[in-house]
């Protein structure tokens, strides 16, 4: 078997908009969390991502408009982004901390 019935991958129903969002996020900020990048500039660049096609940089085949509809502009999506990096990168030091059976 492959990596993907192994215990790194989950999987969990997306219920509410504001899951989906945040999902999102955490998606686009993965290579930022975990050093693949070094800096936001990288990031938006970062090739191996879909974020350049949410904020308009590049075209592509991926379909974007259900998490842009909750944003004004391709701009504040991108700012959504950007304004939790530190946080989730945070959060990612601490993850081996919590305590679990």
Known sequence: MG???LDQF???RMETDEQLMHVSRYIHLNPYTSYVVKDVDSLIKYPYSSLPEYI???SGPSDAKVILSFFKNKEQYKQF???QKD???TLDKIKHLT???
């Open 3 to 5: 990596p993907l019935f």
């Open 10 to 12: 989950k999987s969990t």
């Open 56 to 58: 308009g940089l590049n």
């Open 81 to 83: 982004i950007i304004d």
């Open 87 to 89: 946080y989730q990168r």
């Open 99 to 101: 305590f679990e059976e």
